[in-house]
């Protein structure tokens, strides 16, 4: 949960670590949590101040009755037209396990979203040389190692 990965980050002194080095302009991809305590803040068992890398919040699904929460599955990407990226390739299928989502406070910072139910959520976030996915890639076949390979070797900011 947010909560516990900042208390962690907190008490491990990692929080200004992670900060400095984002500072340096050195490439940082979050996974799952790892992108949404890259977030201004959460609101999972309670209000809790994240990272702030990605000004944004993360907070519930939305949970009316024709969706299931935790969003559990393959989901199919949308990129943002602006957004194309080597690595990144339109209708990718990546795998989801998540009760909560990053709302970005700028568009510009969304690369990718799905559709939950008639809501749109974000998949990718970016800030300059942070890259977030709410989704697994190690866990979406191809399409993950392609992204993962792309942030490798070629992800520059």
């Known amino acids: ?13 990692f929080t200004e670590t992670i900060k400095e080095f984002a500072s340096k302009e050195k ?20 209000e809790t101040i994240g990272l702030d890398l990605i000004e944004g919040e993360v907070k519930a699904l939305p949970n009316d009755n024709s969706l299931k929460v935790p969003n559990i599955g393959w989901r199919k990407l949308i990129l943002s037209k602006k957004n194309k990226r080597q690595g990144l390739e339109a209708e990718n299928m990546m795998y989801f396990v998540h009760s909560y989502g990053f709302y970005a406070n700028q568009d510009s910072n969304i690369i990718a979203k799905i559709k939950f139910g008639t809501h749109d959520i974000a998949a990718i976030v970016k800030n300059k040389n942070i890259l977030g996915c709410q989704f697994h890639p190690e866990k979406s076949g191809v399409s993950g190692l392609r992204l993962l390979n792309w942030f490798c070797k070629d992800f520059k900011g």
């Open 27 to 46: 490439p940082i991809l979050g996974i799952c949590l790892g992108m949404q305590i890259l977030a201004s803040k959460s609101y999972e068992y309670g």
């Open 1 to 13: 949960a947010f909560k516990d990965a900042m208390e962690q980050l907190d008490n491990f002194k």
